[in-house]
C-alpha cells in the first residue's frame, strides 16, 4: 500500500505581511485592497515540484481540496492522479481547513501537508491533535511552531524522507501570535498545543521556547543587552543598526 498524505493550502496566508499588515488573520479584504497578491500557492507548487523530482514513484495516494485549496496547486506541480475530498467554497475560512483535515483523517492518510503560516498550523492541529503527523510548508507572516520546514526546499527533503519511512516523528508545539495584539505593538505568543511532528533539526524550524507571553519590553531590553555585550567585547568594530524600538534601549 503506498503513501497516503493530505494536502490542503491555506490560499490568503502570508498576505497580509506584503502589505504591511502583520499577519492576514481578518484582514483579507484590506490587505486586497492594498495589492496584496497571493503567496501560499506558489509556495505549495514549489514544494511539491520538488518533492517529485527526488521522489518520481507511483505509489503516493494524495488527497485534497477542490480548487486553490489543494487541487490547482497539485496539477500545476504535476500530479496527475488525486483525490479531492473536501469541495472548498470560494471564499476560504479556518473552517474549511478544519474540515479539510477531518476528511483525511477518515481516508486514513499518513500525513497531513498544509501551506501556510501558524494560523494554519492552529487549524490543522484543531482537526487532527496528536493522531497523526503534520508537515508544514512555510507561508505565513508568523511562523514560530515547531513543524514547518526552514524553506520549500527542506519541506520537500522531508517529505520524501517521510515517503521512504527514514524520518523520526516526535513531539511540536503548535504556537501563535496574537495579530490584533501584534499589530498594537505587543507580542504574545502562546502554546496552542503539542502536534506530532517530524523530528530533524537540519530541515524543521525549532520551535520557539514554551511560553504564556513575553512582554516586548523585556525581549527588547534582553536584545539590548546582548548587542552591547558584542560592542564591548568587539570594539574595533564597525556595528550598523537599522531604525527600530529596540535601539532607544
Known sequence: MGVKIGFVVNPIA??????????????????????????????????????LLENPRDDIIWFTCSGEMGEDELKKAGVKDFKVVYD????????????????????????????????????V??????????????????????????NTSA??????????????????????????RYRRGEWNIKLFGIAKGIVEPMYVQVGKT???????????EELAEHIMDEMNENKDYLFLMGSGGTIDY
Open 14 to 51: 502570508g498576505m497580509g505581511g506584503r502589505v504591511g499588515l502583520k499577519g492576514t488573520d481578518d484582514v483579507v479584504d484590506e490587505a486586497k485592497k492594498r495589492g496584496a497578491e497571493p503567496v501560499s500557492p506558489g509556495k505549495a507548487i514549489e514544494t511539491v515540484k520538488e518533492f
Open 88 to 123: 472548498a467554497p470560494e471564499k476560504t475560512s479556518s473552517d474549511d481547513t478544519k474540515n479539510a483535515c477531518e476528511k483525511f483523517l477518515e481516508n486514513d492518510v499518513d500525513l497531513i501537508v498544509f501551506c501556510g503560516g501558524d494560523g494554519t498550523a492552529r487549524d
Open 125 to 150: 492541529f484543531s482537526a487532527v491533535k496528536d493522531r497523526i503527523p503534520i508537515l508544514g510548508i512555510p507561508s505565513g507572516v508568523k511562523m514560530h511552531s515547531g513543524v514547518f520546514g526552514i
Open 155 to 180: 519541506a520537500a527533503k522531508m517529505l520524501h524522507e517521510f515517503a521512504n519511512k527514514r524520518l523520526t516523528l516526535g513531539d511540536a508545539e503548535i504556537m501563535d501570535l496574537d495579530e490584533e
Open 210 to 220: 514554551v511560553f504564556e507571553s513575553v512582554s516586548e519590553d523585556d525581549i527588547r
